[in-house]
């Protein structure tokens, strides 16, 4: 990913601890180097910035030619920002540490699958045709939908009329006719009693909430600085500093 772009005389990775304007030139970038981390760069530092959604990164280096910036777009969640330690104002990594950067097992913007990704599936034989059954849907197909078992990560295929009255993420009660295996695969057939939401249901773990040091509202930025702010801005800025949070991001698809 952004190992490749990276010079091979960088020995050093500086990761930039706010957010910026991905939309800096240069100079721009330079100077919040040298200005707000009081760093001195050479050919063999690179500083890593990076936005607010942390979807765009921007690579800046310097070689003997002169400024050389990057920008790379990532899929939002992938690019993880460890925070600086107690005495730190930055992160400093080897420029061989790039990779642990990104979550692990991203490809081409999907997550890819391993083995231990891979959910088991229902066992047929433990479902009771005689009693109304809760099934978790996942996804709506043309004939089928795709559930998943309360309490459980055990995945199977609902094949049922009124199939237009699901929406993934209910609860659908079913009561069942049929149960069968297909290439390993459990089916299950009936009708659908009832559809409801039921979020405690869904057993699913809430989001961690992350903390990422604080927020200098005075250090934001707000605009070009030869335009005048915007007074909705002022007391914004006279509160100061904050701490700063950010919710743990989830890509959709990705297992958690």
Not at 2 to 23: A, D, F, G, K
Not at 79 to 100: D, H, I, M, N, Q
């Amino acid at each position: 990913m952004l190992e490749t772009l990276i010079p091979p005389s960088t020995q050093r990775l500086i990761l930039y601890p706010t957010p910026v304007n991905v939309r800096w030139g240069p100079a721009r970038l330079r100077q919040a180097c040298e200005s707000d981390l009081g760093l001195t760069l050479d050919p063999t530092t690179a500083v890593l910035f990076h936005n607010r959604k942390k979807d765009t990164l921007v690579l800046y280096t310097l070689d003997s030619n002169g400024d050389r910036c990057v920008t790379k777009r990532v899929d939002r969640g992938t690019f993880l920002l460890p925070l600086p330690g107690p005495e730190e104002e930055y992160v400093v990594l080897s420029a061989s540490k790039v990779k642990s950067l990104f979550r692990v097992g991203i490809s081409r913007g999907n997550w890819a699958t391993t083995r231990e990704d891979q959910k088991p599936e229902a066992s047929a034989e433990g479902i009771d045709l005689s009693k109304p059954l809760d099934v978790v849907v996942l996804a709506i197909k043309a004939r089928a939908a795709r559930c998943r078992l309360p309490g459980t990560e055990q995945i199977l295929t609902l094949r049922a009329t009124s199939l237009h009255r699901l929406v993934p993420g209910q609860i659908a009660t079913v009561q069942p006719s049929k149960h069968w295996r297909h290439k390993g695969h459990p089916y299950l057939s009936g009708d659908i009693v009832s559809v409801r939401i039921d979020a405690s249901a869904l057993c699913i773990p809430p989001l961690a909430l992350n903390r990422f040091g604080d927020w200098d509202p005075a250090e934001h930025y707000w605009g070009e600085e030869s335009e005048p702010l915007d007074p909705w801005t002022e007391p914004i800025i006279e509160r100061g500093p904050r701490p700063l949070f950010e919710m743990e991001q989830i890509v959709p698809g990705s297992p958690r």
